[in-house]
């Protein structure tokens, strides 16, 4: 029953290599997000979509590409990875323009 | 660039208030909120408001260009990270998060 689901929760990998974290929202909402969560804890906005069209896309290299299949699910590509990518990915999602996020318990990615 | 600025850390004794502030510099804010995050889970929302709002323990103050958190006899189960969000950044750009410390 688990609203916003994301997966993998962690994901070790080489700099390099090329990956993909996936997430699924069933609360039926218009909007959906990634943020990245530094070391230093800074919740940080990356991309957001209102079904399925990119409506923010912050200062990201673009080795990140978001996708959106549908309004239920945004995914994470990101090609080339390097050690600075290390993070906590978290998706969100809201009814559009509410402000209101409801979260997923992150994604920890390590790049060794 | 619109900011959001709160303290990193807050310490409080178990039974005490504990007020959590936070200041921004985004001019068309028209909504607050807080949000509570225990590290390995999901960040949840815990008030919201554009006006001062009460949720169970948890009380939200607001300004045009702040905003506290109190939080009413605290409780070890209280130690987590609190991001505050000003809308419409909220969607957007959070505070770094407060860790809030209970000493005992």
């Known amino acids: 029953d688990t609203a916003v689901s994301q997966t993998p929760k962690y994901l070790v990998t080489q700099m390099g290599n090329d990956k993909s974290i996936k997430c699924e929202q069933n609360?039926?909402?218009?909007?959906m997000y990634w943020y990245k969560q530094d070391s230093k804890k800074f919740l940080k906005i990356m991309f957001s979509?209102?079904?399925?069209?990119?409506?923010i896309n912050e200062t990201v290299p673009n080795r990140f590409s978001p996708k959106s299949p549908d309004k239920a699910h945004l995914n994470l590509h990101i090609n080339s990875l390097e050690l600075g990518d290390s993070a906590v990915y978290f998706c969100?999602?809201?009814?559009?323009?509410?402000?209101?996020?409801?979260f997923g318990e992150g994604s920890r990615l390590t790049v060794l | 660039k619109d900011q959001v600025f709160q303290p990193s850390t807050v310490a409080s004794s178990e039974g005490a208030v504990v007020e959590i502030f936070c200041n921004h510099s985004?001019?068309?804010?028209?909504?607050f909120f807080w949000y509570l995050h225990f590290p390995g889970c999901a960040p949840r929302l815990l008030v919201k408001g554009s006006k001062p709002s009460q949720q169970g323990r948890y009380n939200m103050t607001y300004e045009r260009f702040s905003s506290s958190l109190l939080i009413l006899q605290v409780r070890e189960a209280d130690a987590a990270v609190y991001y505050c969000?000003?809308?419409?950044?909220?969607?957007?750009?959070f505070g770094k998060g407060t860790h809030l410390i209970i000493q005992p």
């Open positions: 985004v001019s068309n804010a028209y909504n």
């Open positions: 969000a000003p809308c419409p950044l909220a969607g957007l750009t």
């Open positions: 979509y209102n079904n399925k069209e990119l409506i």
């Open positions: 969100a999602s809201s009814p559009f323009n509410t402000g209101e996020l409801f």
């Open positions: 609360l039926g909402h218009d909007t």
